[in-house]
């Protein structure tokens, strides 16, 4: 079995931050790409950061330069801290991990079960 639970999210004022944390636990063999994407109320879910096993990282426009991805392959955690937060911002934030569970397996996707942010104006 394997688990991806997120923290850190939270209520916070416009201009404020937030770290969040995601950690993948139980049988893991290989973790390729890590993600975090996110969905606020009436929208579909979007892609807002990808980091990949190597270290390289995609933002999407509208958080650059603001939130920062990353990840420690020992702990098999990745992080997200967020910074300037606007309320646009607010949404349910989910982890997402493409997987192998197995030396002989297949990579699989993988979701957390989401976290909520919250930005006040």
């Known amino acids: 079995q394997v688990q991806l639970v997120e923290s850190g999210g939270g209520l916070v004022q416009t201009g404020g931050s937030l770290r969040l944390s995601c950690a993948a636990s139980g049988s893991i063999f290989s973790i390729n790409t890590m993600d975090w994407y996110r969905q606020a109320p009436g929208k579909q879910r979007e892609l807002v950061a990808t980091?990949?096993?190597?270290?390289?990282?995609n933002y999407a426009d509208s958080v650059k330069g603001r939130f920062t991805i990353s990840r420690d392959n020992a702990k098999n955690t990745v992080y997200l801290q967020m910074n300037s937060l606007k309320p646009e911002d607010t949404a349910v934030y989910f982890c997402?991990?493409?997987?192998?569970?197995?030396?002989?397996?297949?990579?699989?996707?993988?979701w957390g079960q989401g976290t909520q942010v919250t930005v006040s104006s």
């Open positions: 980091i990949y096993s190597g270290g390289t990282t």
């Open positions: 997402y991990a493409y997987m192998k569970r197995l030396p002989g397996g297949r990579f699989e996707n993988y």
